[in-house]
């Protein structure tokens, strides 16, 4: 008897994502869980530079401005609750001192420009098509940063600016990169404050422009996060206890859709090797001084200098 209805996911038979693979991550926090799952098992990732973007405007103006090399200065910023913040970033570059904030932007211009030159593949996960236009400088912003609502007009993008947002993303990632691989996903967060149909007609315009993208373009995929949350695992019990993000088993269960499509045979291999010395490095012994823990830890210290000779880039 089956308790389920599967998506039937295709496997990838080129372009696997292994150890060799540079991985970038841009857009909303689902990025960041598959991101801190790639982290875990040491692959080479590097992930929202700018913090968490949710629509594609915002993932759009990062790239530009990264390719292009801006130098934020203080008319980037804006002041706000004693803290500097800028329009194109997520409070967690915000800072009380505006230098530490243009310090944070401008490294963040200088490693991302480099990441997204040397990435074999950049995974962009989309949250919304809703967003917010700064009525002051008529330009769409990725945070409010808390600035009172009645300084924006809150927009719904229609499928064909995303389209378009979509198309001049992989036009500028190609003009630098000619190899990536670029992967979208939808997060399978709803964004219930925007209310219930709206938050659905949102998801439908990003899922619907992606595919209109991809259609006509080589080496861009589509991975269905949000379609494995609502039909795979249509149950609040994988949802967190606001019932809108998933929770940990969910995000396990998306990860290992996930690694079965995307990853080479060899990678999974070097995955259960590292996943047995990151167990053993958060292991407790009852007796740390006893023989058979300190043969314990030479036997770990052994795998790791196994995984290292043939990935020097990890370190635990």
């Known amino acids: 008897m089956q308790f389920q ?26 990025s960041e869980n598959i991101g801190n799952k ?6 080479q990732t ?4 700018f913090g968490i973007l949710f629509h594609p405007k915002a993932i759009e103006n990062s790239i530009t401005n990264a390719i292009n090399e801006k130098v934020y200065t203080e008319e980037d910023l804006i002041f706000q609750n004693e803290r500097w913040h800028c329009f194109n970033a997520h409070s967690s570059l915000s800072a009380p001192d505006k230098n530490e904030l243009l310090n944070n932007l401008n490294s963040a211009i200088l490693s991302t420009n480099k990441n997204l030159k040397e990435a074999s593949h950049l995974i962009i996960t989309l949250g919304t098509s809703w967003v917010y236009r700064f009525i002051e400088t008529d330009t769409i912003v990725a945070n409010c940063h808390k600035v009172p609502q009645k ?39 709803r964004h219930l404050k925007d209310g219930f149909i709206e938050n659905t007609q949102s998801k439908a315009h990003l899922i619907t422009a992606i595919h209109t993208v991809i259609s006509s373009r080589e080496n861009t995929y589509y991975f269905p996060s949000y379609e494995i949350m609502m039909d795979e695992l249509r149950d609040y019990r994988f949802y967190a206890e606001d019932m809108i993000h998933p929770n940990k088993t969910a995000i396990n269960y998306i990860w290992e859709r996930f690694n079965e499509t995307w990853f080479s045979e060899g990678s999974k291999l070097t995955m259960q090797e590292i996943e047995t010395i990151q167990k053993g490095i958060l292991h ?33």
């Open 284 to 316: 407790r012994p009852f007796n740390k001084n006893s023989a058979q823990h300190q043969q314990f830890l030479q036997n770990l210290a052994l795998k790791k200098k196994t995984i290292q000779s043939k990935f020097p880039f990890i370190s635990f």
């Open 151 to 189: 300084k924006f007009l809150k927009e719904l993008l229609t499928v064909d600016e995303i389209s378009e947002s979509l198309e001049a993303i992989i036009v500028l990632l190609k003009s630098i990169n000619k190899n990536i691989h670029i992967l979208f996903t939808v997060s399978p967060v």
């Open 5 to 30: 209805t599967k998506i039937p996911l295709k496997k990838q038979t080129r372009n696997f994502i292994d150890y060799n693979s540079k991985i970038l991550l841009l857009g909303s926090c689902f």
């Open 38 to 43: 790639l982290s875990y098992y040491k692959f």
């Open 46 to 49: 590097y992930q929202n530079p």
